[in-house]
């Protein structure tokens, strides 16, 4: 039987760099089980996902990978920025939290994480 909730669910965006992993892996354990939403890590290329801990089963993992000649945070604000477009509506949405944390490299590119954050 499924049980009804109370309240909005919450809903997470974690962006950053693997240098960043050690904060990354802290949100991590911090969510409850209830959350869902996305996980964007950036590495270069050729290297693998790092370990993480568990996490809530509805929080996907999205490697997003640094080429050679690519700017630290490039195509991770391309990430953040798409997410920013499927998911942030122009109304709030009083059916979830929503919690957002970038890292560094993140905040240093993303061309539309101004406007995402506003619209919070």
Excluded: K
Aim: aromatic share 4%; proline share 7%.
């Amino acid at each position: 039987m499924r049980t009804r909730r109370s309240g909005p669910l919450p809903h997470v965006l974690i962006a950053g760099d693997v240098a960043e992993l050690d904060s990354v892996r802290a949100l991590l354990s911090l969510l409850p089980v209830t959350a869902y939403g996305q996980l964007y890590l950036e590495v270069d290329e050729g290297h693998d996902l790092p370990e993480l801990p568990a996490r809530p089963a509805r929080v996907g993992v999205t490697a997003i990978v640094r080429r050679p000649g690519d700017a630290t945070g490039e195509r991770l604000s391309v990430a953040v920025d798409a997410w920013g477009e499927e998911w942030m509506g122009d109304v709030p949405d009083g059916t979830r939290e929503l919690s957002v944390w970038v890292g560094a490299s993140v905040r240093v590119a993303a061309r539309e994480l101004e406007g995402l954050l506003e619209r919070l």
